[in-house]
């Protein structure tokens, strides 16, 4: 797989169930960034963890980290109809210059009423 | 709150045109980016931009891309021959420090016909 691919690459809950959506990568990471797009919108930027970091939390979402197996989690507990929307990682790699973001191919989280 | 802004928000153009997408930064951020998204598909690292010149940039971004911060707040993309493949949904990103969040305006549409 590449450089940050999400799994699954869709999922369906019930309002008030928790979503997790996991993230792998192949490189040595700076950062790990998670993303929001609701259909052919733009990209909201939900939460930032750093590779000596191992968790993090922000409202209703919690991210993990570990470097160990190149992989990080997104937790949305509590999920509402409004959090249905594609979710992506995205990693910035520690040998790039640029500080560009690789994107992964998006977990579409679908939240029914 | 500070927020990427973007125009047009839709572009259609012909092929062999050129076209200028504008954006916006948060006013005090220093790390600029341009990303793509085509319909379907991951997005994907353009260029990025620091101090008046590049940093990084894909094999994407050719010599038919240019960027260019003409003033203190608007950040452009050049492309001077579309082709067809060009359409895509154009995102521009801030960041306020080297390995921060990158901040996503809302898009351009680019539309080659």
């Known amino acids: 797989s590449q450089q940050g691919e999400e799994d699954p690459q869709a999922l369906s809950i019930q309002e008030g169930e928790n979503a997790t959506m996991n993230c792998s990568y192949k490189t040595s990471i700076n950062n790990l960034q998670w993303y929001r797009q609701n259909s052919g919108r733009g990209l909201v930027h939900l939460i930032l963890?750093?590779?000596?970091?191992r968790e993090k939390h922000s409202g209703r979402l919690r991210v993990t980290l570990d470097t160990s197996k190149k992989s990080s989690s997104l937790l949305i507990t509590a999920s509402r109809a409004a959090d249905t929307a594609s979710y992506f990682c995205a990693t910035d790699a520690f040998e790039n210059a640029g500080n560009m973001l690789t994107f992964g191919g998006g977990t579409r989280l679908m939240v029914k009423p | 709150e500070p927020e990427v802004t973007q125009t047009p928000s839709h572009q259609v153009t012909q092929m062999g045109q050129e076209v200028i997408l504008r954006c916006v930064p948060i006013s005090n951020h220093l790390y600029f980016y341009w990303y793509r998204q085509i319909l379907g598909q991951k997005v994907e690292f353009l260029v990025s931009?620091?101090?008046?010149?590049?940093?990084?940039k894909s094999e994407i971004f050719d010599d038919q891309f240019s960027v260019e911060r003409p003033d203190g707040s608007n950040f452009t993309l050049k492309i001077r021959s579309t082709k067809l493949e060009d359409s895509a949904m154009y995102f521009c990103?801030?960041?306020?420090?080297?390995?921060?969040?990158?901040?996503f305006g809302p898009g351009t549409r680019l539309t080659v016909l």
């Open positions: 931009f620091y101090n008046n010149e590049i940093s990084e």
């Open positions: 990103a801030s960041g306020l420090y080297r390995g921060n969040e990158q901040f």
């Open positions: 963890i750093r590779s000596n970091e």
